[in-house]
């Protein structure tokens, strides 16, 4: 049981380009989380999805797009990066009932430089 | 108000101390609660949940006060290993059907010899 996975681990990017963070889990959750975490600073929710087909915007959703076309799989977009999105980003899921709190991935570290 | 505040520490205590962290949360309407921990540069991995009633698990004890809207964790015979930041988590519930995780921004912890 792999939980939840999160490819790449680390990447540098220059301004301007663009990537996307994979992310699947393997335990049938139907919701699924981005975050964003600067030290110090805490988690902030970029964009949720609660179940395939359906996503919605979090706290900081600016300069991201999400897409959720099946059950596992929930991929975070960043066009036209900037060096204000170097963060770690994370990944997380959790089932309906939210009694075992929420799985995270081992996160991508990302810098844009 | 700040949706969850948590004191930010760093907390400094010799091996065997007793520890507590608060945090408290501004929605009222906020229905499940969960400490995290996270250790540096890595993934937040769930401590324990906090049940109303309160609850225990080995030296760690969790407590919800819902009139005061806080939840806490004491940490008893601290040991070196629990060196970590400590993450308070609150799940808002509805309205709107979504329930999303807020983190507070952590509480560092670290325990010497």
């Known amino acids: 049981n792999a939980g939840v996975t999160q490819t790449p681990k680390f990447r540098i990017l220059k301004i301007g380009q663009s990537m996307t963070l994979q992310c699947t889990q393997d335990m049938n959750h139907n919701y699924m989380y981005w975050y964003r975490q600067d030290p110090g600073m805490g988690l902030k929710l970029i964009y949720y999805s609660v179940g395939a087909g359906i996503t919605d915007k979090g706290e900081v959703p600016n300069g991201y797009n999400v897409s959720r076309s099946t059950t596992e799989d929930f991929p975070l977009r960043l066009e036209l990066a900037a060096p204000s999105q170097t963060y770690v980003y994370f990944c997380a899921s959790s089932n309906h009932d939210r009694e075992d709190g929420y799985t995270f991935g081992s996160g991508t570290r990302l810098t844009v430089v | ?113």
């Open chain 2, 1 to 113: 108000r700040k949706e969850v505040e948590q004191d930010p520490g760093p907390f400094n205590v010799p091996e065997g101390a007793t520890v507590a962290f608060n945090c408290t949360y501004s929605n009222s309407a906020s229905q499940s609660f969960f400490w995290y921990r996270q250790d540096c540069r890595k993934e937040p991995k769930l401590l324990m949940s906090v049940y109303s009633s309160g609850n225990e698990d080995g030296r760690f004890t969790a407590q919800l006060n819902r009139a005061s809207q806080y939840i806490s964790l004491l940490i008893r015979d601290s040991k070196l290993s629990d060196s970590a930041t400590y993450l308070c988590v609150v799940n808002k519930g509805p309205p709107g059907g979504s329930y999303i995780p807020t983190f507070g921004r952590g509480t560092s912890l670290i325990v010497h010899p």
